[in-house]
């Protein structure tokens, strides 16, 4: 292993900082039979309404993609957006109730932060989640108090998102900018002054996170802990996914070509990282 120190820590977010399946995922399907049970549709329809959603707009998780459902807006004609909203609040609260009671950082997270923090090493999170969603987890789970900047696609079609927690936290990247990206990665290390080969990415998807770190020259670290899905869960997701079926034909390709992609180090634990690598600040002399 690289004996060098690392002066600065580039993560990805879901799955890696805090379960995103688990608790995106019950939150999404409980939403869903709550409108189910509202409009007396049948449930099946609707995931396939919502999964058309999803797909025009390039994200499972599009921000009330409830009310462009084809099942809705037909069961409920001539409604306003609002009047809509309003009809299936129930549904709407019980999403954000589940997704509240599910989502928390993975056990060590916090602390290895406070950890890297002391050492003043700086932290960005680098995520193919959209400004709204990404952001409001930062800001819900605290990670704000930790991460310097957001780097996060714009939406494809804005809606709301959260204010950020201060103006320097975000860096909007393009729409159409998705990992394996390692030209955006160069541009993280760019921004903060730090060297490719003293910079660490971790990241729990090793097609696109490891593959994308390692054509870049950035040293990584496999969050393998990210994979270990509550069963029966991804197969929910994959139902409701917005991926055509150029996209699955697109991933297949793409895991071929990362097949030889091996990070420095596999962790079983996010606080794993303070065993497997010295990290070291380099702002001092910098400055």
Known sequence: MDS????????????????????????????????AAILDLDIETLLDDLRAVHQRHGS??????????ASVTARLPGLSRDERTKVLDAAFHRFNR???ERLALYDGVTATLEALAERDVPMVA??????????YRVNRLG??????????????????ADAPARETLLRVLPEGDKKPNPRTLLDICRDLGVPPEQTLYIGDSLSRDIFMAANAGVRSAWARYGTEVEPGLWEKLVRVTHWTDTDVADEARLKAEAADARPEATLDRFADLLDRFDFESQRATQG
């Open 98 to 100: 589940v997704r509240k």
């Open 60 to 69: 499972s998780e599009h921000p009330f993609a409830l009310l462009e459902a």
């Open 143 to 160: 990670l704000d108090h930790f991460i310097e900047h957001l780097y996060a696609p714009a939406a494809r079609f804005p809606d709301r």
């Open 4 to 35: 060098r120190p690392v002066a600065l820590l580039v993560t990805d977010l879901d799955n890696t900082l805090y379960d995103w399946v688990g608790s995106f995922v019950p939150a999404f399907y409980a939403m869903a039979e709550e409108a």
């Open 126 to 135: 680098y995520t193919d989640a959209r400004i709204p969603n990404s952001l």
